[in-house]
């Protein structure tokens, strides 16, 4: 029935919709997982390169100092490589080492820390001078070289968050364009269906109001079709039944006042084949007198008429009403006999 398709193509169109939006937020907190993978662990990646690099830095001027005189602590720069050692183990644990060139270039930059901590460590326990001199030379060169590990591994870890970026925009970028598709689609989609569902009323009750009007001129042979298994085939049919009965009960009228006239004509021209030959022997007998045939043609005349009125009830074709008076009606019996009345198939 028609109720039951309506709920149907609404029903489909919520589900569609809470579909694509079930998808579409599922797709967005994707998005924002990684994004915040790439924000919590790339991101931190590169700080503590950066981190790693300053400390370093740190380092060199610590042994610049002490080589030239101006220091001669170590606790500091003991306290720089153990905090040099913890970072490099923390940057170890990131993902971005997984890359087979990356890991390369780490296990090159833990294997110069460790020869630098051994350097470091022979020169905290050197007692000559020129011997920790040499020593805080080879730290120096040893920490030049780890600049120049730390610098690769800073590009290649930079490289590989911006790769992270860009492919996360491209996807966003993808994504925001499906979802506008996906939208745009179920939306035209909904506007078809909608529009579809509302023919599925307004082209029915079109020819069912047609049909009224066609009711109201008396016009009892037009049938309505509608073409759909729905409420508005049953009130299609409806109509036609009681257009059907209508023009039954016309046509029973109509034959009713045939057979009236017929009856009427019957009697009627015998009463007027009597008063005409009365007539006629009244002019005989009477002789030439002008008044008197002035009254007996006018006598003939009505009478004619009376037998024509009778005579048009035999071609009554349909049962027209006019006004004849204040709340009465009279049989407009031109209209009743005319072929291209708005009714003529009911009385054929």
């Known amino acids: 029935m028609l109720r039951h398709k309506l709920l149907v193509i609404l029903f489909s169109l919520t589900a569609l919709l809470m579909v694509l939006a079930v998808a579409a937020l599922w797709s967005l907190q994707r998005v924002f997982v990684d994004l915040d993978h790439l924000h919590n662990r790339a ?17 060199e001027v610590e042994l610049y ?18 905090t040099l050692h913890k ?18 270039i780490y296990e090159e930059l833990v294997g110069r820390i460790g020869g630098f901590e051994a350097r470091v460590g022979v020169l905290a326990t050197a007692q000559d001078r020129g011997l920790a001199l040499n020593h805080n030379l080879a730290a120096l060169d040893a920490a030049a070289q780890m600049h120049q590990s730390l610098l690769h591994l800073a590009r290649h870890v ?30 035209n989609g909904s506007i078809l269906l909608m529009m579809r569902a509302a023919g599925m009323v307004l082209r029915p009750v079109d020819r069912l109001v047609q049909a009224s009007r066609e009711l109201a001129n008396e016009n009892f042979a037009h049938r309505v079709t509608v073409g759909q298994q729905d409420e508005f085939d049953e009130l299609a049919r409806a109509y036609n039944h009681l257009a059907e ?16 006239a017929l009856t009427l004509n019957h009697e009627l021209n015998n009463a007027i084949a009597t008063i005409e030959l009365q007539l006629t022997l009244l002019r005989r007998r009477s002789g030439p007198d002008v008044a008197l045939e002035k009254n ?33 009606k009279m049989l407009d019996l031109r209209e ?13």
């Not at 991101?43 to 380092?59: F, K, M, R, Y």
């Open 336 to 348: 009743s006999i005319r072929e291209d009345g708005p009714a003529a198939a009911a009385g054929q």
């Open 65 to 82: 100092a002490l080589q030239t005189g101006r220091q001669h602590h170590l606790d500091g720069l003991i306290n720089s490589v153990e």
């Open 87 to 104: 970072l490099t183990d923390s940057i170890g644990t990131h993902y971005v080492l997984d890359e087979p060139e990356v890991q390369q």
């Open 245 to 260: 009965r209508l023009q039954e009960n016309e046509l029973r009228r109509v034959q009713t006042l045939r057979q009236m």
């Open 43 to 59: 991101a931190v990646a590169v700080n503590q390169v950066n981190e790693l690099n300053t400390t370093l830095s740190g380092i």
């Open 158 to 187: 930079q490289a590989h968050a911006q790769a992270e970026q860009t492919s996360l925009t491209r996807r966003f970028r993808w994504l925001v364009v499906a979802m506008a598709i996906g939208f745009l689609i179920v939306i």
């Open 296 to 328: 007996l043609s006018q006598i003939h005349d009505n009478l004619q008429r009376m037998a024509q009125v009778i005579s048009s009830l035999k071609q009554l074709r349909r049962v027209v009403l006019t006004d004849y008076a204040d709340g009465v």
